[in-house]
Each structure stands twice: as structure tokens, then as C-alpha cells.
């Protein structure tokens, strides 16, 4: 069961890093419908990390990063929690 939990963390972990990516790659393309409904799904998904990261870091010289530190804090996040998660399964 631990190992299941875990698993499941990190792969969520790992399709909010994908979807990230390919909403960073949506804006390389000036053909994106936003209203596709693919697009919008994405959109509202990634939307509550990469709003508050956008406030804490700017755009430097027209390049936004944040999604760069977005990922980084998702990692971040993961390596903690997954860390949290074993260290309380195992002790149960």
C-alpha cells in the first residue's frame, strides 16, 4: 500500500511537471486555440501553480519563467513529501 501511495504522488507529480511544459510550449505557438477545450483543461490545471509563481517572479527582459520555477518547486515539493509520506507508512 505505501508503495502505491507513493507511486501515485510522484506520478501526479510528473503530469502536472508534463502539463507545464506543454502549456510553456503553447506559448511558442501563435496558433493556439485557447478556447479548444484540450487547451482549456490544461489551462485551469496549471493555472493554480503558475498564477502565484508569476508574482514572485517576473518576466526578465520579456521571458517568462516561471513556469522554470514552477517545475523546480514541484520537485522541491515531491522530494519532501515523498520523503514525509515513507518516513510516516513506514513507521505505521
Do not use: C
Not at 31 to 59: C, G, S
Request: proline content about 8%.
Amino acid at each position: 500500500m505505501s508503495v502505491f501511495l507513493i507511486s501515485l504522488v510522484n506520478d501526479a507529480l510528473q503530469l502536472l511537471t508534463l502539463l507545464i511544459v506543454v502549456r510553456a510550449v503553447f506559448t511558442w505557438i501563435p496558433t493556439v486555440d485557447y478556447e479548444h477545450p484540450l487547451v482549456r483543461t490544461i489551462v485551469k490545471i496549471t493555472d493554480p501553480i503558475l498564477k502565484p509563481v508569476r508574482r514572485l517572479v517576473p518576466p526578465v527582459e520579456g521571458l517568462d519563467l516561471s513556469p522554470l520555477a514552477a517545475i523546480i518547486l514541484l520537485w522541491l515539493a515531491g522530494f519532501i513529501l515523498i520523503r514525509v509520506l515513507a518516513a510516516v507508512l513506514a513507521g505505521v
